[in-house]
């Protein structure tokens, strides 16, 4: 077992005078180390790799052209004044959380066109949640996210 001695802070003050910095760093060494938190360390927002627009939106359209974004298009419906969903909300939590999912890796301007996108399923959601819930939903935000996002991916979609 190794003892470890203390030092009074008016002879580390002498030593640090007398021979510099690097008794500084003798003591900094010469003191025991903290024990290894249970806690995992959070992971560095430098440490975090987002992915390209191109894998973005690879994900978005999925295999055939059957991804998330088609997924929601194919289900919403606008006419008359008014919109809507054509899904449970059963179907559409995984829908939602798999667009919320790309929104969290892409790059940062895809994020709110995603979000954007996934307005639609979290309104059905929300409304399961709380029935009576008023349906807020704005149709030319979201046609003008969605025309983004198909603009945007379109070059990945015929590379595919």
């Known amino acids: 077992m190794r003892k470890t001695a203390a030092i009074p802070v008016l002879t580390v003050l002498a030593l640090l005078l007398v021979t510099g910095c690097s008794a500084a760093n003798a003591e900094a060494e010469a003191q025991p180390s903290p024990p290894p938190s249970s806690v995992p360390a959070e992971p560095s927002t430098e440490a975090a790799v987002e992915d390209t627009e ?92 969605v025309t983004e996002l198909e603009e945007r991916c379109a070059p990945y979609g015929a590379a595919a």
Request: aromatic share 4%.
């Open 54 to 145: 191109e894998q973005a939106c690879l994900k978005l359209l999925g295999t055939d052209g059957q991804g998330p974004l088609h997924q929601v298009m194919s289900v919403l419906r606008i006419g008359d004044g008014t919109s809507g969903v054509e899904m449970s909300a059963e179907d559409a939590r995984p829908l939602h959380e798999e667009v919320l999912a790309i929104a969290k890796d892409a790059p940062a301007d895809l994020g709110p066109l995603l979000r954007e996108l996934s307005s639609a399923t979290g309104n059905v959601i929300m409304q399961a949640e709380k029935p009576g819930r008023a349906w807020t939903f704005n149709t030319d935000t979201w046609t003008a996210a």
